[in-house]
């Protein structure tokens, strides 16, 4: 089984402080993305990686920027964060240039004070 | 562009009852189609998805949907809803493009059911 984790399930920051999410999958994908959720607006993609090294900014990249150094990780990181970035934040891979569906984590529920 | 729309933002069915979430997408050629449940505090699995072939596909959990291109329609059916079948449910649309296959998600539809 594809395994996506995320290294914390609640987070609470204060506005102005540098945010660090990471997530990890198992099953050597190369693309994985990073968008967010909000009621209403469904699923918003901010940054996506088609392999080490690599990005690209999603719908909603402003605010955020990423980093990923190994396959297997990709982290999502609020330079400054602000209270319109209190969100669910959903990690997900899948294989390289497949059609194919996403695994997802279990997300990052992000609030900023 | 391709766009996904869940016309209903929330539903709300008796348990035992039959169900049907509408999904109309927005996209220039045959499109993939995927149907994901989240549920409270998870994130999102897949149900079933679309891709050629036969029209009306099986998905996991007792799920079922059925492609209608002439009506740009994706609409996920449950003859029997369950309790446990309370949660979020997003339809997406993919393509091929730069860099990879991407997907589009609609807004969501929350099914409550009740006793």
């Known amino acids: 089984d594809v395994k996506v984790t995320q290294s914390s399930r609640y987070l609470v920051k204060r506005t102005g402080e540098k945010v660090f999410l990471e997530c990890v999958q198992d099953m050597d994908h190369e693309n994985m993305f990073w968008y967010r959720q909000d009621p209403g607006l469904g699923l918003r993609l901010i940054y996506f990686s088609y392999d080490v090294k690599m990005k690209e900014k999603g719908d909603i990249p402003e605010g955020y920027s990423v980093s990923r150094e190994k396959k297997e990780r990709f982290s999502l990181i609020l330079e400054s964060a602000s209270t319109n970035q209190t969100s669910m934040y959903l990690c997900a891979s899948r294989p390289y240039r497949e059609v194919h569906e996403q695994y997802f984590g279990p997300g990052t529920r992000l609030t900023v004070t | 562009a391709q766009s996904v729309t869940q016309p209903d933002i929330h539903i709300t069915v008796s348990e035992g009852a039959s169900l049907e979430l509408r999904c109309n997408y927005s996209y220039g050629a045959t499109p993939y189609l995927f149907w994901y449940v989240q549920s409270p505090g998870q994130g999102l699995q897949l149900l079933l998805k679309?891709?050629?072939?036969?029209?009306l596909v099986q998905g996991i959990k007792g799920f079922e949907a059925e492609f209608k291109r002439s009506q740009s329609s994706f609409n996920l059916r449950k003859p029997s809803v369950h309790w446990s079948d309370a949660a979020e449910y997003f339809c997406a649309v993919g393509a091929l493009g730069t860099g990879g296959f991407k997907t589009i998600f609609g807004a969501g539809t929350r099914l409550f059911v009740k006793a």
């Open positions: 679309y891709f050629s072939g036969d029209t």
